[in-house]
C-alpha cells in the first residue's frame, strides 16, 4: 500500500512540474482528454488492458497487482482534487520536480512489487519484457515508456522536454533503486489471488505459517 502510494504521489509530481508529462501520463492524460474521464479513470482502465495483455504473456495476477489498477487511480484523483501538491513556477522547479517524480514512482515501484503480491500492470509489461529479451530491466522500462509516450502524443497528451528526461530517466532510476536495494525484479515469484485466498484461508485453520 505505502508503494501504490508513492508511485501515485510520484505522478503527480511528474504532472505538476509543467515540463512535459512523464510517458505514461502522457498517454493518460491524452485518454482523458479524447474521452472525457478523469486521470485516474484512464490510469484504471489502462491498467485493465494491461493486465489481459500479460496474462496472456505467463504473468501472476495477484491482489498486489488489482490493487495497484484501482488505488494507484483513485490516490491521483484524491491527491489532484486535494491540491497540495504545487504547479512549477519555472523550468528549474519543475525538472527537480519531475526527477524527483521519477525518484519516487521507481522507489513506490521496487515496495510493492517486492511484496511479491503481483506487479502492477505498467511494471508486469517490464518484467514480461526482461524476461523475453534478456535486456537490462532499466532499458525493458524505457522501451515501455517511448511506446506509452508515442500513444499519449497521438491522443493529445502534453509532450514537452520533460517528457523526454523521463524516457531516458525513468530506465536509469528504477535500475539505480533496484541496484541500491539488490532487487531483481524477475527473480520475484508473485503470489497469484488465488494462492493467496488459500494461504489466508490456511493461516486461518492455522495450518499454515504466512511469510509477512
Known amino acids: 500500500m505505502f508503494g501504490l502510494l508513492l508511485y501515485a504521489i510520484g505522478i503527480i509530481l511528474t504532472i505538476k512540474a509543467h515540463v512535459g508529462y512523464a510517458p505514461w501520463d502522457v498517454f493518460h492524460v491524452g485518454l482523458s482528454l479524447t474521452t472525457g474521464i478523469s486521470i485516474g479513470f484512464a490510469s484504471i ?9 500479460v496474462t496472456i504473456a505467463g504473468e501472476k495476477i495477484g491482489i498486489g497487482t488489482l490493487a495497484n489498477i484501482i488505488l494507484i487511480g483513485l490516490f491521483i484523483d484524491l491527491i489532484l482534487f486535494l491540491d497540495i501538491i504545487p504547479l512549477a513556477e519555472n523550468i528549474v522547479i ?3 520536480m519531475l526527477l524527483a517524480g521519477l525518484f ?11 511484496s511479491a503480491f503481483g506487479a502492477g500492470p505498467r511494471d508486469n509489461l517490464m518484467v ?3 524476461r523475453k529479451t534478456k535486456l537490462p530491466v532499466g532499458v525493458c522500462r524505457s522501451i515501455v515508456e517511448l511506446i506509452a509516450t508515442i500513444a499519449g502524443w497521438f491522443l493529445g497528451g502534453m ?6 528526461i523521463s ?12 541496484a541500491i ?13 488465488l494462492q493467496t485466498f ?7 485453520d492455522g495450518s499454515v505459517d504466512m511469510k509477512w
Do not use: W
Open 159 to 164: 509532450v514537452g522536454v520533460g517528457t523526454v
Open 94 to 96: 519543475g525538472i527537480a
Open 181 to 193: 536495494f539488490r532487487f531483481k525484479a524477475a527473480d520475484v515469484k508473485h503470489e497469484s489471488v
Open 128 to 130: 514480461v519484457l526482461n
Open 45 to 53: 482502465i489502462t491498467g485493465v488492458v494491461i493486465i489481459i495483455f
Open 167 to 178: 524516457v531516458v530517466a525513468i530506465g536509469f532510476f528504477i535500475q539505480i533503486t533496484f
Open 198 to 204: 488459500r494461504n489466508l484461508r490456511a493461516k486461518g
Open 104 to 114: 519516487v514512482i521507481s522507489l513506490g515501484s521496487y515496495f510493492y512489487i517486492k
